[in-house]
């Protein structure tokens, strides 16, 4: 398998070069993958409509030269992996979508790797708000989120607040802050907001107003823990 084909010169660059390449080794293999529409461009994704699973299956690029493929179950990827092997890809593609367990499409592919965390959602599902915070805590584990650990403190840090970890966790831009609704948490945001700043700060933040600088990400998470209102339920 030659990655070395520069993206848009003949290789993976083109439109629906990536699935038809999947799609053929899937016929050689005698497995059957969902439908993919294509509209993802480089992309190929596959979705089985009924079980709401999904596998996003990304092609080489610049700085990595394998294929990178995402499980996700209901719009949280649950697992992922890295490999040059198509056939790898299409076994785990087919066994996820098929109704495949974590475990057992890792078996079939064990390329495909998740934490502890993904394999107890499987067993017993959690709330929609702890689930939230799982997944974004993961984040830390895949590229490009790995080359940044900053945000990832933060998040982790506001994790550990009993109080923060009932609402759910909004981030945009390395931004932090928390909403009391699932459903519209961008219209339903309560407290501050943290981010990291400049010379290893954090900023605590209204939208638009720096309040305070803090050197730690725990003091920043403690710094929005004490200016919450009194009496603050669990987002819903």
């Given amino acids: 398998m030659n990655f070395g084909v520069r993206l848009g010169e003949g290789g993976w660059g083109g439109d629906g070069a990536l699935r038809a390449a999947l799609g053929r080794t899937a016929e050689r293999l005698g497995l059957d993958l969902p439908e993919s529409d294509g509209k993802w461009g480089r992309l190929a ?18 700085e990595r030269r394998t294929l990178q493929v995402n499980l996700q179950d209901n719009g949280t990827r649950l697992a992922s992996g890295w490999t040059a092997d198509l056939a790898e890809v299409v076994r785990a593609t087919a066994a996820w979508t098929g109704g495949a367990g974590l475990e057992e499409t890792r078996a ?9 965390w993904a394999l107890v959602h499987e067993r017993e599902p959690f709330a929609v708000v702890e689930l939230a915070w ?23 840090s506001a994790y550990a607040q009993p109080v923060l970890r009932q609402l759910m966790p909004v981030n945009s831009h390395f931004n ?6 699932v459903v519209e948490f ?18 605590v933040r209204n939208p638009g107003e720096l309040v305070a ?20 339920g669990p987002a819903s």
Avoid: N, Q
């Fill in 45 to 62: 994704e596959y979705v089985d409509a009924k079980s709401g699973r999904r596998v996003m299956v990304y092609p080489p690029g610049e």
């Fill in 134 to 156: 799982r997944a974004k805590l993961d984040r830390i584990h895949m590229p490009p989120y790995d080359r940044h650990p900053r945000p990832h403190a933060v998040l982790a």
């Fill in 176 to 181: 932090l802050w928390f909403s009391t609704s």
């Fill in 108 to 116: 079939r592919a064990p390329f495909i790797r998740f934490r502890p």
């Fill in 213 to 232: 600088h803090t050197e730690t990400p725990e003091e920043a998470v403690a710094f929005v823990v004490a200016a919450l209102p009194e009496g603050l």
């Fill in 186 to 203: 961008w219209k339903t945001r309560v407290g501050y907001g943290i981010c990291p700043c400049d010379e290893g700060l954090y900023g």
